[in-house]
């Protein structure tokens, strides 16, 4: 594994809520391990400056022993400048009255000029993941940008989803977490997704062996896919606290490795070898990580209903990133 003396991280959208609760688990060693050193470079919109620097403060007064430098910017060319890591959180939010279509079109101006100066400042060798909505389309749209840096190092949040996956699975199974192991989010993440539990395995049992197929294609899905509205309904607020956890997960399984006999969720920028997915597609595939590297499983068995699933998916994720 590439030794890192410190890691530069650089962080869009980097006064927002989701920013805030991803900070002390970054500073306290969470997600690069116990003696990382890293430093930060954060983005923010210049009317969001002030915000910004008051919260550098308050992350040099948690004083972590880990952090040795912030620096806030307006300038994406500042932040993204020899980044060994760069994370996605900023772009623009979808406003009453918004087509979907207007949404996606605003994004991709962004990213499009974003991925333009990753690929001049940042180092060809650096880790990105994108986590602003809609992430899949985002990362790809960065990602095509990028002529200098390998597709394999583009990455899009579904964590989220395979934490929602995992706990539900343990909640109706009443188990414990960890003895929840190969769970699959196919797609995109939006209400496409397919949480794929049938390759699942619950202490140590096949999936099936607990639960019913119909449960498993039809409660147990549509439980996970409404789990964020039903947070949203209930708290008025997004998923924070998850999200940032989610975030943390997917950095330190693509840093420290996966186990020996589980899998986790990535969306990535497809090479066309898995599934049937076309190349340049950034689609959540099952992958193993070692070393800041993943590699997707490529020998999962698909019956007809999965197949039909990620095929709506994909539909859709080709409608976006045209």
């Known amino acids: 594994m590439q030794k890192f003396e410190e890691l530069k991280i650089a962080i869009t959208g980097a006064a927002g809520n989701l920013a805030s609760a991803f900070y002390p688990l970054l500073g306290s060693g969470q997600v690069f391990g116990s003696t990382q050193k890293f430093s930060l470079q954060l ?7 002030q915000e910004l620097e008051g919260i550098k403060m308050q992350i040099q007064d948690c004083a972590f022993p880990l952090l ?7 300038d994406p060319t500042i932040a993204f400048k020899d980044a060994d890591v760069a994370i996605f959180l900023g772009a623009m939010p979808r406003k009453p ?22 690929n001049e400042q940042a180092k060809t060798t650096v880790k990105v993941l994108v986590v602003a909505n809609p992430s899949n389309t985002n990362c790809a749209t960065l990602a095509h940008q990028c002529t200098k840096i390998p597709q394999q190092n583009f990455t899009s949040l579904m964590q989220l989803d395979h934490n929602r996956c995992v706990s539900t699975l343990a ?17 995109n993440h939006s209400l496409t997704q397919y949480p794929d ?3 699942s395995i619950i202490n140590g049992k096949q999936a099936s062996e607990t639960f019913s197929k119909d449960f498993l294609r039809n409660a147990l899905i549509q439980q996970v896919q409404q789990r964020g509205g039903q947070i949203l309904q209930l708290s ?9 956890i989610a975030v943390k997960d997917h950095l330190r399984t693509w840093f420290l490795g996966t186990s020996q006999d589980n899998w986790t969720s990535f969306g990535v920028i497809s090479d066309g ?16 990580c070692k070393d800041f590297e993943f590699k997707v499983v490529g020998d999962v068995e698909l019956d007809d209903f ?12 080709q409608k976006e990133q045209q």
Request: net charge positive; proline share 3%; aromatic share 4%.
């Open 273 to 288: 070898n898995h599934y049937g997915i076309p190349k340049g597609i950034c689609f959540s595939l099952p992958v193993t």
């Open 68 to 74: 040795n430098n912030v620096i806030v910017s307006s």
């Open 306 to 317: 999965a197949k039909q699933r990620i095929q709506l998916s994909l539909v859709e994720l």
């Open 197 to 199: 539990m049938t390759h």
């Open 236 to 244: 008025r607020g997004a998923s924070t606290i998850s999200g940032a």
């Open 43 to 49: 983005l923010e919109l210049p009317e969001k400056l």
């Open 171 to 187: 909640r109706e199974a009443n188990t414990t977490i960890d003895q929840i192991k190969r769970v699959i989010i196919w797609g």
């Open 97 to 118: 009255g918004m087509e979907r279509s207007d949404l996606l079109q605003m994004n991709r101006e962004i990213f499009i000029q974003q991925g333009q100066i990753l």
